[in-house]
């Protein structure tokens, strides 16, 4: 019997300090990395909770993360007026962040009760209020000095090592992948990244500072209640020192694109100019006075840099043979890539008209 059947779920939550009898645990969420759970209390007017297989294959140092996770969650629970949306792990019966069972790691969530994630909006208001969402998560972090946080995966936005760890995966690859198209489109994705080094030069040089930075600000990691209000930032795992550019950019990547992010049909693949400007406001409004003029000045790069940072990190899983992501069907992966790619070139065209977008709200108190 495997881990992930019905019985042993239960022997996992069973593990955790929970007030009530469990009911039901169900599969829960569009995560590519983690399994979710939604484990439903026999007594279901009692709110529920959410239960994490965590990937110890991309985390493997547990107890760094969990570590994170409690700094972390704690510092926002305190600045927030609105605790009853602080997101709170729950102990385990030996008063552990996580528990290990069966050689995997698992910890439990209270379960955000009210509230819903979007995978994709044309919403303008929610695009706001993701921005907005990521920009008080970057502000209120701002005072947890950065060396306070382990950095769960070493090098995870930097470009220069996405391109040695696509290079290696080219030159190792399978026969059945040395076709003339992926070669060339391996070289295309190579050129535009050779563009796209400044971002981490400054930050190299420490032009650019470090700070606690989410790394995933994908909208589905942002609950919103039924008015599309922002009210809790989710998936914790990558939150760790980081350039404001990783959050702003995959926001960008995410929140202003015009398709999914593994579209196949590339000429629906563009960036939403109204969801950009919605999203660069609400940013703005929450990190105009924490930002220094010089990583405003680059957050008009970002988005390319991050789309292009998945579509090498995608491309690169593809040619290992689908190791690092969950997906739901052959060459899920390539197209994934070849849609970031697409959206990397288009945001990289139009930064001029990011850049005064960008400005307007920035000026704008
Ligand atoms: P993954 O790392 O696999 O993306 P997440 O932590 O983002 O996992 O969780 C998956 C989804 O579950 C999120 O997109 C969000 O919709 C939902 N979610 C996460 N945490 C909570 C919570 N505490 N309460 C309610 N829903 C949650
Ligand atoms: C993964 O766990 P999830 O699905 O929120 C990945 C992110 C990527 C994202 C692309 C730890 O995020 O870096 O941006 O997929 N997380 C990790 O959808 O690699
Ligand atoms: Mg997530």
Not at 133 to 162: V, W, Y
Not at 252 to 279: N, P
């Amino acid at each position: 019997m495997g881990i992930n059947t019905v019985i042993d779920l239960n022997k996992v939550a069973d593990q955790f300090k929970i007030a009530g009898n469990v009911g039901t645990i169900e599969p829960f969420g569009n995560g590519h990395i983690n399994d979710t759970y939604k484990v439903i209390l026999s007594d279901s007017s009692l709110p529920g909770f959410l239960l994490q297989k965590i990937n110890h294959h991309v985390f493997r140092d547990i107890d760094g993360l969990m570590n994170n996770i409690e700094k972390v969650t704690t510092h926002i629970s305190q600045k927030s007026s609105d605790k009853n949306h602080a997101l709170q792990l729950i102990a385990s019966k030996n008063g552990k962040p996580y528990v290990k069972y069966e050689e995997e790691y698992w910890r439990i969530y209270r379960f955000m009760d009210g509230l819903q994630s979007h995978e994709t909006t044309n919403n303008l208001q929610i695009v706001y209020e993701a921005g907005n969402a990521f920009g008080i998560f970057l502000r209120d972090l701002s005072g947890l000095p950065a060396d306070h946080l382990t950095e769960t995966i070493k090098n995870f936005h930097s470009i220069e090592f996405r391109i040695t760890q696509l290079k290696e995966a080219s030159g190792n690859r399978l026969k059945k992948y040395d076709t003339p198209d992926i070669n060339s489109f391996i070289k295309k994705v190579l050129v535009l990244a050779d563009k796209l080094r400044t971002i981490q030069k400054l930050a190299s040089a420490g032009e650019l500072p470090y700070r606690i930075t989410h790394n995933d600000t994908k909208l589905n990691n942002v609950l919103f209640n039924n008015q599309g209000e922002a009210k809790c930032v989710v998936d914790l795992d990558t939150v760790m020192p980081g350039l404001v550019h990783f959050d702003f950019g995959d926001g960008v990547r995410t929140s202003a694109s015009s398709a999914i992010e593994d579209e196949e049909d590339i000429s629906k693949v563009d960036i939403d100019f109204e969801k950009f400007e919605a999203y660069s406001n609400g940013y703005l409004d929450a990190t105009r006075e924490a930002l220094m003029p010089k990583e405003v000045f680059y957050l008009s790069e970002s988005g390319a840099l991050l789309s292009l940072i998945m579509a090498i990190r995608f491309l690169t899983d593809h040619l290992i043979g689908d190791r690092y992501y969950k997906i739901n069907y052959q060459g899920h992966n390539l197209v994934r890539a070849k849609c970031q790619f697409r959206l990397a070139q288009i945001i990289f065209m139009r930064k001029s008209d990011m850049d005064r977008v960008i400005n307007k709200f920035y000026k704008q108190s």
